[in-house]
């Protein structure tokens, strides 16, 4: 009996805690800004203020479509260039779409200026709410000015996972709450401003948070590079970087849509206290979103990069982490918003309007209804996205963010009033999960639901006879994992001498991870995967220690006087027909052919 037992955390739920954090302080720190604002303006400025806060949002979307699509975009296509080993090729993709999302935002910020007034009546700032005008075209004015480094942060901030630097998100995220705090009580205690200062005060947390997250390029152990002069050479591949972020873009044109679509519904049939309600009730999804939208974002990333390597193990663990995750999660939120929905509604709206602040009271209680909701239908979207079932996913996100919402809205308004806006949010939520589990149940691949959750082909992956995946943390564990090599190769008739060189291999570069990565006192583990495909082997050796370039490395050792040194490197190199590296969401990968 080899010597293998069960990890407590494998590693794939090492990565996914990992990224998860990036991407649940990334979704922070676009919801910071909004929160911030919220309070001071619902506790300073009035509940009209606040109405017009409710009417702004929606373009906020708009503002950040062009972040969203140009850093998951460009992610799925850097990583695959990336792990083709054209490094230089992929940090050129990654400076065009930084450029683009500081180039488009510059354009926006003019075409707003421009257009400060006729977009307040878009909004919803007319007719009998025409006098919140000039509340939407203040904060507007402010706020928009910090749009470049928004959006180029986001870029940024999606990037820092890939190069394993998620602390530098968490101190960027640190230095813009605290930017933002300081600028907004300056602003009603200090200054004695009004909206335009509001969100000028978020601008400035934008440019601290842009400004922190751009020293990360000052780190000399990097993969991440801004390669102005191949930019051009990478032109061509806009379009395939619009594709891939298509989906988060019909999300945020769907949800800017939907969004001045029932703010004039609110409009034509409710007060400004039901205006600001709903307002509350939407920022529930920027005060606790950062739970379902960081899960949803880490899936489609790490899912990506499963489905490449066509690993159904891993996408399988991936799925149970994700949910299990997502349920502690956003149950931990909705019981803490449903236990005290008087004090997340006054965060937003001042006691000195009871009616307002019972109001916004019971929106918040029903949005804590929906929060795991909302984690199920965005962790199925974003998954599909990650397959790269695109059209799908399109098609569902509009559905989800506006398709569906708009119907329900307009029938639980006239049905019951202003109070029916939020009621139609989980009416919304479970019409969309009922879709998922259609689409899931009609997949065409046969079996049970647990075998078609996955959404690939039956074709998907290695014949599991020509596939061998083990992990291991433990020297002795390693050795096991050699002859179980070993006996695998024997299996599928694969020459001893390629065998013994896989064996070697496993030796060798299991060695040096636990003698080298282990050392930091930190639980690691070691996850192999071998494949024979057609008389060759396939070795994918991926951990979750500090970056370790195998290529570099031996390139640095074969210019060495003495030949004794990094024999061990030596001889895997030698072996190999063809190894490459890529070090992405704190994980070294391997992959190894012979």
């Known amino acids: 009996m080899l010597p293998f037992v069960r990890r407590e955390h494998s590693i794939v739920e090492n990565v996914f805690r990992k990224t998860l954090t990036t991407y649940m302080l990334n979704t922070f720190t676009w919801a910071v800004g909004a929160l911030v604002d919220g309070a001071v303006i619902g506790n300073f400025l009035g509940v009209d203020a606040v109405a017009a806060y409710g009417l702004i949002w929606p373009l906020t979307f708009v503002y950040a479509l062009v972040g969203s699509i140009l850093s998951g975009g460009s992610r799925n296509l850097y990583t695959r260039l990336a792990g083709q080993g054209k490094t230089k090729e992929a940090n050129h993709v990654f400076t065009l779409a930084l450029l683009l999302a500081v180039g488009i935002s510059a354009g926006l910020v003019a075409v707003t200026f421009l257009l400060l007034s006729p977009l307040a009546g878009l909004l919803g700032a007319a007719g009998e709410n025409a006098l919140l005008r000039p509340l939407v075209c203040r904060y507007l004015a402010g706020f928009v000015l910090g749009l470049p480094f928004d959006n180029g942060a986001k870029v940024l901030a999606g990037y820092m996972g890939m190069d394993s630097d998620h602390r530098r998100v968490v101190l960027a995220t640190l230095a813009m709450t605290i930017t933002d705090v300081v600028g907004d009580l300056a602003v009603v205690l200090l200054f ?32 991440l590079r801004i390669g102005l002069r191949g930019v051009t050479d990478v032109r061509n591949k806009i379009s395939v970087i619009v594709a891939n972020g298509a989906p988060a873009g019909v999300t945020r044109v769907a949800n800017a849509f939907c969004g001045i679509t029932v703010n004039r519904i609110l409009s034509a049939a409710a007060t400004s206290g039901f205006i600001a309600a709903y307002s509350v009730h939407k920022s529930m999804a920027s005060l606790v979103g950062a739970t379902y939208l960081g899960i949803a974002d880490t899936v489609w990333t ?135 589990l259609l689409y899931i149940r009609r997949w065409p691949v046969g079996g049970s639901f647990h075998a078609r959750r996955l959404l690939v ?16 943390d433990t020297m002795l564990e390693v050795v096991g994992m050699s002859r179980l090599a070993g006996l695998f190769c024997q299996e599928n008739g694969i020459d001893k001498k390629k065998a013994n ?19 930091d006192g930190k639980a690691h583990s070691i996850d192999m995967r071998i494949l024979a495909k057609e008389g060759e082997i396939i070795l994918r050796i991926r951990d979750d220690c500090r970056p370790f370039n195998l290529v570099e490395r031996y390139e640095m050792a074969s210019v060495q006087d003495d030949p004794t040194k990094n024999i061990g490197i030596r001889m895997v190199m030698k072996m190999s027909r063809d190894v490459k590296y890529l070090s992405t969401m704190n994980t070294n990968n391997l992959i190894i052919r012979i």
């Open 457 to 472: 082909g039956g074709d998907f992956g290695a014949n599991p006879e020509k596939e061998l995946s083990i992990t291991a």
């Open 501 to 519: 060189a896989l064996a070697l291999c496993i030796e060798e570069l299991g060695s040096n991870i636990i003698e080298h990565g282990f050392s």
């Open 192 to 223: 004695h401003g009004g909206m335009f200062l509001v969100g000028l005060a978020t601008a400035v947390g934008q440019l601290v948070y842009f400004a922190v997250l751009s020293t990360h390029f000052f780190r000399k152990k990097r993969m």
């Open 302 to 436: 790490l899912s990506s990069i499963y489905y490449g390597e066509e690993d159904k193990k891993a996408l399988d663990e991936l799925q149970r982490t994700a949910f299990r995750a997502g349920l502690i999660l956003t149950g931990a939120a909705a019981v803490v918003l449903a236990l005290f929905p008087r004090f997340f509604a006054g965060i937003y709206v001042g006691v000195s309007d009871p009616d307002a602040l019972r109001l916004a009271a019971q929106a918040v209680r029903l949005f804590a209804l929906c929060v795991p909701l909302y984690m199920l239908v965005y962790l199925f979207d974003d998954y599909l996205m990650g397959l790269g079932r695109l059209k799908t996913s399109i098609v569902y996100s509009f559905f989800l963010e506006c398709g569906a919402v708009v119907p329900s809205v307009w029938l639980m308004v006239t049905l019951i009033g202003g109070q029916g806006a939020w009621f139609a949010t989980p009416v919304t939520l479970t019409l969309m999960i009922l879709a998922a």
